[in-house]
């Protein structure tokens, strides 16, 4: 094994429901542990993906021509500032492996997703963390001051998981002027659709094109369009030689046939897009002030998902949900008592709360049986 490779922890992916239901004989399990949308995919999706069964024995366009050209036009973006991957997170890994020499530097702010600095490390790099002040927001100066040690890699994961938090337009801007020539800006837009709907929120792809850094935005199927299983995330670059380089370090055929028609589909399906944010501007507030109710704290977010302290060991709460039947993800490390929450159904997000009840009484742990 590379040297590199050692001190890195597996990704936690939490248990799946059809485990949960073994595990626990549980017969009902309510997920609310990866973010994934509620509502499921469009009804378009279903039709397309019977449709395009018959030719799964042909390789995948490895241009993904169809859904490119769909992007771009409503994007208003070159199709050939794209790059498609296996979701966003093989992105994020070739994004390493086409920019990241041993003696870059990468900069994050934890805590955030785990594959920023996880990659960073596989290649050996050095990842630089600007820790998130109390309210879960970034460290402004300090993320502005290591911005100017010329990182190759910067990422804004906006919204932020596990904490939800946005950086709003001016903050943005702030930071991205500061990047110079050398530094590449990622900006992780993971749950885009649920935030963009707030005016705040920085409307990267205008921003960025008036920078000087070059810059990558990168978004997903997987969230608000429902298409996790299927593993579709793409990027929009700054020009079309930061996607040819990108490109280099991908493997052929990293988005497959059947994910590439799922997601037309869906991206053409505006209707159910709106129908999904507009379920999640209903029912966050609602879970928010539930918890809030019971005396947590929940950081304020822009995305489908609620991180709070339960003032507890997570993972030990997390585990006794899980027997109610409830999967929810724990946090670690300096975030050992807090726990990521997903935004589901009505009905689920009120079994969650009786379940957080059943083992939290008065907000402190109990097991009853
Ligand atoms: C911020 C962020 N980026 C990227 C991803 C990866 O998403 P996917 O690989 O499913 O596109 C996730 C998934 O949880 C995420 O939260």
Redesign the pocket.
Known sequence: MRAALAHLAPYNAGLSADRVRERYGIAHVVKLA??ESPLGPSPAVHAALASALGDVALYPDSYCTALRAAIAAKLGVNPDCLIF??????L?SVLSRAFLDPTDRIVISSP??S?YADSAAMMGATVIDVPRPPDLTLDLSAVCEAVGRKPKLLFL?NP??PTGTAIDRQDFERICRLAGPSTLIVT?E??FEYAVVDANYPRSLQILRAMSAPWIV?R????AYAL?GL???YGICSSPEIARQVDLARTAFNVNHLAQVAALAAWNDTAHMAKTVTHNRQELPRLAAALRARGFAPARSAANFLFFDVRENARLIADRLIAKGVIVKPWGGAYGTHMRVTVGTAAENDAFIAALDYVLPNGSPHERE
Do not use: I, P
């Open positions: 990866s973010n991957g296996n979701g966003s997170e093989d994020l955030t997703f594959v994961c932020n998981n992780d993971a749950y990168l997903t199927f997987s969230k996790a593993r579709v995330g």
